[in-house]
Nanobody, 119 residues
Framework: QVQLVESGGGLVQPGGSLRLSCAAS????????MGWYRQAPGKQRELVAV?????NYADSVKGRFTISRDNAKKTVYLQMNSLKAEDTAVYYC???????????????WGQGTQVTVSS
């Protein structure tokens, strides 16, 4: 069984910072990519940042958010600076990985963590 557990969400004022963490656990053979998506009320889930062979960011967060990985800990981080009200959403961790016994690459999701940017 593979699990992704997120932490670090909360309430922050505009201009503030938060750091999200997501740790993968279970019988994992290899992780190809880990990333973050978000879903605001009434909107579709959207990519925020992904770290794999390349690192990509949504245009709306470039220069403000930084994704990083600790492969030994199977953990991905999202450092969010200069937060804006429009960053308010549930943030979901995603990992494309192969579990053991090996049966192909699959996408796994965390349970989500709420980020609220408000004064």
């Amino acid at each position: 069984q593979v699990q992704l557990v997120e932490s670090g969400g909360g309430l922050v004022q505009p201009g503030g910072s938060l750091r999200l963490s997501c740790a993968a656990s279970g019988s994992i053979f290899r992780i190809y990519a880990m990333g973050w998506y978000r879903q605001a009320p009434g909107k579709q889930r959207e990519l925020v940042a992904v770290s794999g062979d390349n690192t990509n960011y949504a245009d709306s967060v470039k220069g403000r958010f930084t994704i990083s990985r600790d492969n030994a800990k199977k953990t991905v981080y999202l450092q969010m600076n200069s937060l804006k009200a429009e960053d308010t959403a549930v943030y979901y961790c995603n990992a494309n990985l192969v579990r053991m016994p090996v049966d192909g690459t699959r996408a796994y999701w965390g349970q989500g963590t709420q980020v609220t940017v408000s004064s």
